[in-house]
């Protein structure tokens, strides 16, 4: 059966954002459930943010002032802790200072999920903390795989001159896509015009998903192009269908309505599923073809992006 992407929530990427923008990598758990604790608990959940030790600063809340402290392991108590003012020991729990990072192999790795993509399952370092080189995507109207890094941290001057560096140096064959998490209007302009810097809120198919769509991504870099959903589009009438950009055409008028009547459940909000002999009925079959293979005779590429179990049928690219 079809499976789907389970969505955050607009506050959680967000927030992963904020936390990617940071100026350290390490972050302390407890200041972001300050902003949002659904949105970090879900981050944690999703293993967006991981565990990655202590940040062992507390504010120490004395009579007259609030100010940070630093918390220090006390071997014999076995706890963090500080002396506070008057010399006393205060106890900090783990929760308290526990510091988590956010794992950005699995950030991309879910921002491209809709794209063939090719390269190292996790990123390479291109400047530490700051850049990484993610690989190539495939990417409609690129007459070849298109190289994608991403930077954080756009907006400060220092990484900017860094970006600026690394892309002279490595100028790309025909364009490249840079993803940030820097918010597009604090993005500064570059002179060196194949290279696209785009946020990736900016592009995403949903904004409860980090998942970019391929075709707003695609309008981004190529204006005025036509843009085909991927991995799986479709002509109106269903005679031709782009099936990670290979084209496939089907002839028959009682052909194209079974692919019709598949693809609008599956664009559909509702169940994508259908049974096979309702579709087959409805396309206007007679009872003697009652198998989508019958259906669709010698050929057999529909095999590649349609499903059939148990007397249903779907669309599954």
Not at 104 to 114: I, M, P, Q, S
Not at 140 to 151: E, I, L, Q, S, T
Not at 277 to 290: D, I, R, T
Request: glycine residues 8%; proline residues 6%; positive net charge.
């Amino acid at each position: 059966m079809p499976t789907t992407v389970k969505s955050l929530s607009k506050r959680a990427i967000d927030l992963l954002l904020r936390a990617m923008e940071a100026r350290s990598t390490s972050l302390q758990a407890s200041a972001l459930r300050q902003v949002s604790p659904q949105a970090t608990d879900k981050l944690l959940k999703a293993k967006l943010l991981v565990p990655n030790g202590h940040v062992p600063v507390v504010v120490g809340m004395d009579d007259y002032e609030d100010e940070p402290m630093e918390a220090t392991w006390s071997a014999e108590l076995r706890s963090y802790g500080y002396y506070d003012s008057v010399g006393r020991w205060i106890t900090v729990t783990d929760q308290d200072i526990a510091a988590c990072r956010v794992d950005y192999g699995l950030a991309l790795a879910k921002a491209l999920v809709a794209f063939e993509r090719a390269g190292p399952s996790c990123p390479t370092t291109l400047h530490a903390d700051l850049i990484w080189d993610v690989g190539t995507i495939k990417l409609a109207g690129a007459k070849a795989p298109v190289p994608v890094w991403f930077a954080r941290r756009l907006g400060d001057p220092g990484t900017w001159a860094q970006l600026e560096a690394l892309i002279a140096r490595k100028p790309p064959q025909e364009i490249r896509i840079i993803l940030t998490s820097t918010a597009g209007g604090r993005i500064p302009e570059t002179s060196q015009k194949r290279n696209h810097i785009i946020n990736v809120a900016d592009v995403a198919s949903d904004p409860t998903k980090l998942a970019i769509s391929p075709q707003i991504l695609g309008a981004r870099v190529f204006p005025g192009q036509a843009q085909r959903r991927f991995p799986i589009d479709h002509s109106e009438n269903c005679g031709f269908v782009w099936l990670r950009g290979e084209k496939l055409t089907f002839g028959g008028d009682k052909r194209r309505r079974l692919l019709q009547l598949l693809f609008g459940a599956y664009w559909s909000d509702n169940s994508s599923v259908l049974r096979v002999a309702v579709v087959l009925e409805e396309a206007g079959y007679s009872g003697q073809v009652n198998t989508l293979k019958k259906a669709f005779g010698r050929r057999d590429d529909w095999r590649r992006f349609i499903r059939y179990d148990d007397g249903n049928c779907w669309i599954e690219p």
